[in-house]
């Protein structure tokens, strides 16, 4: 048996060859622990070597006894134990550390797993909604699922990994630095860690991904993004985001950066659907997984204003600068490690939203307690506490011309109608009775139509394409619901494709099989390139194909329709065109 | 019945793949999303090829309906090009759809 009293194995005679060895190992766990860690460790502490040990314990503590598996201690038996190169002795010195861990965790100095801040970083839920729903969801990316059993094992396991892993601060920053602040700074030499924070953004309708290395100090500020509800009852509650209003390449961050749309991106929590059909008791129960996506905020804005036709609103957060980099820290750590299930009531987009920025500054949960669970009621809330400032929604036409309101394009469709008659007599009393002509009729008027009216002719023309889109959809679903040969097999390659867009929804998974924990590093990133390349060809090459072979099978009616929407589109664009190039 | 799921905006891949770009990305909003690491048109390209739509209602309501795509637009003209500078936001948007 080693004691820790024993400064150095200076061995009393007749010791056993594996009392040296975890003298040794004691001795070398010494060497790395934290002054702090070592001084709250009571007296009279003892590693005792056994073979008793259930299969799959290293080691186990009673008390002030940490017993220690035999075997683990064969390549400390001599002098020459090397951690840093040799796997087996760095298991050994890992499982003792591990063991010392839940030592200082009981003790009077430790308390680390029953920090509620602990538990916040680490994931572990505050309230329990629902039975099943106490679990950890960061799962992603863990360097040991272990840490998943509970706060105190997951104390433990990183403790481990935060004494002798050369970078576990830039893996795991925020945990890094919580440890630092109550147990000091790791004995060993540590990397340093990049400013760079690593994300997997989308890139295009088609689940291509991008990889994005975020640099938090190009980030001048975060807003709420609120997409408003539109007349369907169903959506009234509206949506939550967050905005990253990241400045231009060689702009000093500061005001102008918000014109800077195309460099801005969003953070989402959207569950994830993986099949054509979508399923309510899934979305009540939490049958899809919840993720937080980066998309650009100009594709949001399209995707909002231009395809669902709701309104979004920008509003500034009022959050300081090491406030906007927690945040940033955190939305990194929960897009690579969190996988948690949408529920509509308890776990949805605004109750997501609202934990991320509260888990990651304290400071933000201290100044509000918001227990709601609508989009529109988090906005009220953070607007109540201060956290949010909507003065510039104030003017509306102020706040679209600076990028605190992306007005939904349907309010555009009637003024446009409007210009356009205004030039010409138009067969139709309104927007939608013009949208309403079948396409032919549409046409011999664009050919007479000046610079003002093409303009709006060409906004209208598209918005009637984006009819026929949401026509073609609704066909296309119910057509790949019947159960026929060809429909069957269409399912199977969107369900394929469906697979390899999952990636996005899950970054973690891109690197299956690759070691690393946390944040991906360096070599984790050359190894994703290449993963990365192939899924995006493969959904490039796939939903267009898909696309084109659905389009084939359209009713013909639809399929003219298309076409001469199309030609209208190409005409339009052309006279455009050559319009304002004459124009003075 | 699908209302539960639309409190939030869902990832519906077969949704936004198969319609938004059904018909392959018209000119302007739905290409410009992508970001400045893909794609062989520079930053400042996507800025003006972005605000196309923008750029004719703002042409088409005579200067009433203002974006900031525009905006952002006519700040990167201006900035790149002096003759820009002086030009009236009219005769920029004008350019724009010329492109």
Known sequence: MAWLALAMPALAAGASNDDAAAARLLHAAHARLPETWWQALPAGLAVEPRDDLPAHVGGRTFGTHIRIDRRLLAPWSGGTADPDHDPAARLALATLIHELAHVLDRSPHGGLSRDPRLRDLAGWPQRRLLPGRGANAMRGRSPDTYELTDPREFVAVNLEHYVLDADYACRRP?????????????????????????????????????????????????????????????????????????????????????LDLAWHRVLSFRAFVDDVQISSWRGLTGGYPSRLFVLPLEQVIDEYTQVELRSLASIPLTLDRDAIDAVLARAAQLHWAYDGRYAFIGNNCAVETWKLLRDADPRIGTRLHWRGITPKGLLAALERSGLADGS??????????????????????????????????????????????????????????????????????????????????????????????????????????LADAGVLAQPAALLDGVPGYGLPQAAERSAVVERLATRNWRLAEGWPALRAQARAALPASQRVQWQEIEANLDLLRQRLRALADAAP | MIRPLLLCALFILPASALASSFAGTSAGASSAGSSASSGSTSGDDKV??????????????????????????????????????QADDLALARRLLAL
């Open chain 2, 48 to 85: 003006l090829m972005a605000a196309r739509d923008d750029a004719a209602a703002f042409v088409a309501s005579d200067g009433q309906l203002r974006s900031a795509r525009l905006e952002a637009a006519l700040r990167q003209l201006r900035a790149s090009d002096s003759g820009a500078v």
């Open chain 1, 392 to 497: 510039a929604q104030a003017d509306r036409a102020a706040a679209e011309r600076q990028g605190y309101y992306f007005a939904s394009a349907q309010s555009r469709y009637e003024a446009m109608f409007q210009v356009a008659r205004r030039a010409l007599p138009l067969p139709a009393e309104s927007a939608h009775a013009w949208l309403d002509l079948p396409a032919r009729s549409r046409a011999p008027w664009m050919a007479q139509a000046d610079l003002r009216a093409t303009a709006a002719l060409l906004l209208l023309e598209q918005a009637a394409q984006r009819r026929q889109e949401l026509l073609a959809r609704d066909w296309l679903k119910r057509r790949l619901g019947q159960h026929d040969g060809e429909a069957m097999r269409a399912r199977g390659q969107v369900r394929d494709l």
């Open chain 1, 174 to 258: 925020a945990l890094a630095a919580w440890f630092r602040s109550r147990i000091g700074p790791p004995r060993a030499a540590q990397v340093p860690c990049g400013p760079l924070m690593p994300l997997l953004q989308g890139e295009g309708g088609d689940g291509q991904l991008g990889w994005l290395s975020l640099d938090p100090s190009r980030v001048y500020a975060i807003d709420y993004l609120f997409a408003e509800g539109n007349d369907v009852p169903m959506s009234r509650w509206g949506h939550s985001m967050l905005r990253l209003v990241i400045c231009a390449p060689g702009r000093v961050p500061g005001p102008d950066c918000r």
